[in-house]
């Protein structure tokens, strides 16, 4: 069992930066695969990015790629997503995602992970 919570979402302009962080709870955080996912109104939940359990395994949604970037720190149990050159598009609900057991193949799937946080709020305006 792992419970995560997201912290670090706001309101900001185009082109400014946020840094969202989920912490988890347990004494196993390293075996989990963690994950950023995210829901604007109306649309389904996507993945964004994605990182294996040692941190050398990334992966990140076309949209995000040299614009976010996701990092772990195991000891403090905690993941990362800084996100720079916001666009409004990148408005939406921000959730954190841990699954233990997951293969790589399956990273940026919705329904391969059992444990979500309840969600950080990013809006950009233009």
Do not use: H
């Amino acid at each position: 069992q792992v419970q995560l919570v997201e912290s670090g979402g706001g309101a900001v302009q185009a082109g400014g930066s946020l840094r969202l962080s989920c912490a988890a709870s347990g004494r196993t955080f390293s075996a989990y695969i963690m994950a950023w996912f995210r829901q604007a109104p109306g649309k389904e939940r996507e993945f964004v990015a994605g990182i294996s359990m040692s941190g050398g395994g990334i992966d990140y949604v076309d949209s995000v790629k040299g614009r976010f970037t996701i990092s772990r720190d195991n000891a403090k149990n905690t993941v990362y997503l800084q996100m720079n050159s916001l666009k409004p598009e990148d408005t939406a609900i921000y959730y954190c995602a841990a699954q233990v057991g997951l293969t790589w193949v399956n990273v940026k799937s919705t329904g391969g992970y059992r444990y979500w946080g309840q969600g950080t709020q990013v809006t950009v305006s233009s």
